[in-house]
């Protein structure tokens, strides 16, 4: 992410530097607020940290041109200033700054304003975007309604509790929490790549078409990847790549796609592979009722150690009253939830939309909340009291304010804590949280920050200073709001681009005629295994096909009878291979089929049960029945062997040795001469 430093001073821009740098920011730096406009002209930049007094254009200018200006997107701004008091604070927050920081610096200080300005500009780089391209690609298959929600939910649940053990402390953060929530949706991304007669078939897949299937896995992480390699500092990118490469792996090294175990599987992808089964089970599909909680419960429990982590299973079992409520609570149309709600989940948020104008107080002094209430019914806010948190909790599910102002010292639960709580609930829309407080040391605004606080005002305040504030927290709700109206034109649009993408990714990846891959992907796909075989040492062979006189048929019978016999042979021969054996076509009449783990001979039994196979097929065209057969050669994997292309040359070669022999037969790479003739029950694959 870029930020930008203004300041005329070199030692102060040194060190607000060093602490960008530490956080993973690249760093422009302009001397006044000249040159800092035509940087944010040049650069895509969202944070400024701008000195107050400057020449030729000081801070204050500098806030009022950025507000003028037309730039993409919102840019936070942190005003730093040697000035005190109310009077410029109002100035600066009327000039358009969202955050102020007293000289001389303090990098603590510094650094969780920066963690605010982060949270903030989350809302349109980060959450909005992650959730809708989710739901995009969820919305291709209609069934699993609210799954995203719901796995969220669990997902956050697990990560609370992992976040108080021992083992887990220093890892899983609040950070940590709000990244794997924010993340977890994009865990089926991949899905986008699965076509249609797959993803949305109406029962049991077979194995080749679970095999399939599990490719979302990877085409999800390559897919993140590519935004990877443009933005590799993105943490909710890193993460969400993670989570959609390992979510299907398994503890005891049996799940896919890498065959990963134990703790070598990343903690994201554990804890969403829990709450992703759950989901699952709990849910009604159209090849399957919904099951019971304990009935899920009980299938967990026992593959604790197998499927998944124990540590996590534990956090279930802790936790599964708070599982249950968020079924009950988010549960599809189509399949209502069963169970009661042990009320241990947390408060349950109406689906009515939040009233944008009604601001909380919360304050337990009666005075300081009539002067509160007084002063902001005045300027026209609707405005809700509470006497401690509490009751103002309940408020926040019930009335859904986007603005709250609280004291922080109060009886029971106090103001930092309240926040933390307020920023835990399933809330769907961003609440700004003030706080108002006789402290303060710089510790306790490192505190409030820390706990999610936007802003603070100090006792006694400015009652012009606190409007300003409460202004500038619209102006962040505003921003969300009209992030949240783009999201929804994108959406349409979105659904729209779908149906063409799905198609022009079929289109580069697979043959139109025969549906198999196209030459493209096969050798992207033997190139994969290839890497594979080579790493672990396994075997690897592929068989060249070349359908024996094809020209004869097309001559004979036309191109639409050729093309009528492509397809017949290239559905026969997907039905005599392995579900882990993949078929290509890479020529007119020439297909592939890449073998993995199967040394030569395997592979020329193989070879031999498609071309017995292909040899019996009564393939009809135009009620014309045509004879056809095929010629196979076979290259297998040796050690040091090369590339991929050298071990498609020794394929190719033993298939041109296969054509000399009389055609309709197999030979391997080698000048093996024996025919192979081997006979198979029916039901073997």
């Not at 107080?361 to 509490?390: C, F, H």
């Amino acid at each position: 992410m870029n930020a930008l430093v203004v300041d005329d001073d070199e030692t102060s821009i040194i060190m607000v530097e060093n602490v960008l740098n530490q956080m993973g920011y690249e760093v422009h730096v302009a001397h006044n607020g000249r040159e800092a406009l035509e940087v944010l002209r040049e650069k895509s930049i969202h944070l400024v940290i701008t000195d107050w007094e400057m020449p030729e254009m000081n801070g204050i200018e500098l806030c009022h041109a950025i507000r003028r200006s037309d730039f993409s997107g919102y840019v936070y701004i942190i005003m730093i200033t040697g000035r005190d008091g109310s009077r410029q604070r109002i100035e600066g927050l009327h000039a358009g700054a969202d955050n102020f920081l007293t000289k001389p610096l303090n990098p603590a200080e510094l650094l969780v304003c920066l963690k605010t300005a982060e949270r903030i500009l989350a809302l349109e780089t980060c959450e909005l975007a992650i959730f809708a391209l989710a739901k995009l690609a969820e919305s291709r298959d209609s069934e699993t309604g609210a799954h995203l929600e719901r796995v969220q939910s669990y997902v956050r649940i697990l990560a609370e509790h992992l976040s108080t053990r021992e083992k887990f402390r220093g890892v899983v953060d609040d950070d940590y929490i709000r990244l794997i929530y924010q993340t977890s949706p994009l865990h089926d991304i991949g899905k986008v790549g699965i076509p249609d007669a797959i993803l949305l078939k109406a029962g049991k897949l077979t194995e080749r078409e679970f095999a399939v299937m599990k490719t979302h896995a990877q085409i999800g992480a390559q897919t993140l990847d590519a935004a990877l390699r443009r933005f590799p500092n993105a943490k909710f990118l890193q993460m969400a790549r993670s989570i959609a490469a390992s979510h299907h792996e398994k503890f005891d090294g049996t799940g896919y796609p890498m065959g990963l175990s134990g703790e070598n599987i990343p903690l994201c992808g554990r804890i969403v592979a829990l709450a992703d089964v759950y989901d699952a089970l709990t849910s009604r599909r159209v090849y399957k009722p919904a099951m019971s909680h304990e009935q899920a419960k009980e299938i967990i429990v026992r593959d604790s150690g197998s499927h998944f982590d124990p540590e996590i299973v534990a956090a279930f079992l802790g936790h599964e009253g708070e599982f249950e409520a968020v079924r009950q609570r988010m549960a599809d149309a189509e399949s209502p939830a069963s169970g009661a709600d042990n009320g241990s989940a947390k408060p349950a948020i109406p689906a009515s939309k939040a009233d944008t104008n009604t601001v909380l107080i919360v304050e337990d002094d009666p005075s300081q909340r009539d002067m509160l209430v007084t002063l902001l019914t005045a300027n026209k806010y609707e405005v809700i009291v509470a006497g401690d948190a509490e009751t103002a909790l309940e408020m926040v599910g019930n009335r859904r304010p986007r603005m709250i102002i609280s004291d922080w010292s109060m009886p029971g639960i106090n103001g930092t804590e309240f926040c933390r709580r307020v920023r835990a609930l399933d809330q769907g829309e961003y609440i700004f949280f003030l706080i108002v407080t006789a402290h303060s040391e710089k510790r306790h605004m490192i505190e409030a920050f820390d706990a999610g606080v936007d802003d603070f005002v100090v006792k006694p305040f400015h009652q012009g200073e606190l409007l300003a504030r409460i202004r500038a927290g619209s102006r962040t709700l505003r921003l969300h709001d009209e992030l949240n109206r783009r999201n929804d034109g994108a959406a349409k649009l979105n659904a729209q681009l779908l149906d063409l993408n799905g198609k022009l990714e079929r289109l580069a990846v697979t043959d139109e005629l025969t549906g198999l891959y196209n030459r493209r992907q096969a050798l992207l796909r033997l190139e994969e295994k290839s890497m594979h075989a080579d790493r672990y040492g396994d075997a690897l062979s592929v068989a060249m096909l070349d359908i024996d006189h094809f020209k004869m048929i097309n001559d004979t019978y036309g191109h639409d009878a050729g093309d009528e016999v492509l397809r017949q042979v290239a559905a026969t021969m997907q039905a005599s291979v392995r579900a882990t054996d993949t078929v290509c076509r890479v020529g007119g009449e020439e297909f592939l089929i890449i073998l993995p783990a199967q040394t030569a001979e395997e592979a020329a039994n193989s070879a031999e049960r498609c071309r017995a196979a292909l040899a019996k097929l009564p393939c009809m065209v135009n009620g014309v029945q045509i004879a056809v057969t095929v010629s196979i050669g076979i290259g297998s994997r040796r050690v040091n062997h090369g590339s991929a292309t050298a071990l498609l040359k020794d394929a190719d070669n033993a298939l041109y040795s296969a054509k000399r022999a009389g055609r309709n037969c197999v030979r391997m790479s080698g000048g093996s001469g024996a025919r192979v003739q081997v006979s198979y029950p029916h039901d073997v694959k």
